[in-house]
T-cell receptor
Framework: ETGVTQTPRHLVMGMTNKKSLKCEQH?????MYWYKQSAKKPLELMFV???????ENNSVPSRFSPECPNSSHLFLHLHTLQPEDSALYLC?????????????FGNGTRLTVT | AQKITQTQPGMFVQEKEAVTLDCTYD???????LFWYKQPSSGEMIFLIY??????QNATEGRYSLNFQKARKSANLVISASQLGDSAMYFC??????????????FGTGTRLKVLA
């Protein structure tokens, strides 16, 4: 098992659909993150979870709804998205209390909203 | 507010030569961490190297080294003996504390490196 696994790798959805992105980490970390990567823009932090509690919501629209049932799993529920939401969505994990801990990323989900 | 700046959108380097990718940062924190990541065309983000603000020695990891100049707030990545497989996007990132006592990581816009045969 790789350290951080994201599914699906690719997703195409219409604006009225509801879908979910899944992330699972096998590194024993206690912090998990969602980032959005659009073309020619820096990675944008969306949400941070620390010990299953949400500690950061970076002014993300409510059509994105995160869920963290335990320290190993993170979901991003999507509904009524817009075409500008098309991007690569990256999940990452780290050891929350260790400032030296790098982020470990999954391979990402390439989302296309039609 | 913290900020990461990468001023080189694209760089070319000849195979087997060294290349420096620039990164400057802005923070008022005394304790911070700086990271470099590589993102090949396949999309995964690969951690390369870390430098803590209190580390006196420049970090090194194999062919990667970090030229840390604290007074100038720069953390440039040096790749020695470039290989064709080094062609990728490279991101500089900084850890900043949150109000909840944990950390979040902010990223620069990246530099696309192309290694020429």
């Amino acid at each position: 098992e790789t350290g951080v696994t994201q599914t699906p790798r690719h997703l195409v959805m219409g604006m009225t659909n509801k879908k979910s992105l899944k992330c699972e980490q096998h590194l024993g970390h206690n912090a998990m993150y969602w980032y959005k990567q659009s073309a020619k823009k820096p990675l944008e932090l969306m949400f941070v979870y620390n010990f299953k509690e949400q500690t950061e919501n970076n002014s993300v629209p409510s059509r994105f709804s995160p869920e963290c049932p335990n320290s190993s799993h993170l979901f991003l529920h999507l509904h009524t998205l817009q075409p500008e939401d098309s991007a690569l969505y990256l999940c990452a994990s780290s050891q929350a209390e260790d400032g030296n801990s790098p982020l470990h990323f999954g391979n990402g989900t390439r989302l296309t909203v039609t | 507010a913290q900020k990461i700046t990468q001023t080189q959108p694209g760089m070319f380097v000849q195979e087997k030569e060294a290349v420096t990718l620039d990164c400057t940062y802005d923070t008022s924190d005394q304790s911070y961490g700086l990271f470099w990541y590589k993102q090949p065309s396949s999309g995964e983000m690969i951690f390369l190297i870390y430098q803590g603000s209190y580390d006196e020695q420049n970090a090194t990891e194999g062919r990667y080294s970090l030229n840390f100049q604290k007074a100038r707030k720069s953390a440039n990545l040096v790749i020695s003996a470039s290989q064709l497989g080094d062609s990728a996007m490279y991101f500089c990132a900084m850890r900043e504390p949150t109000t909840s006592g944990t950390y979040k990581y902010i990223f620069g816009t990246g530099t696309r490196l192309k290694v020429l045969a």
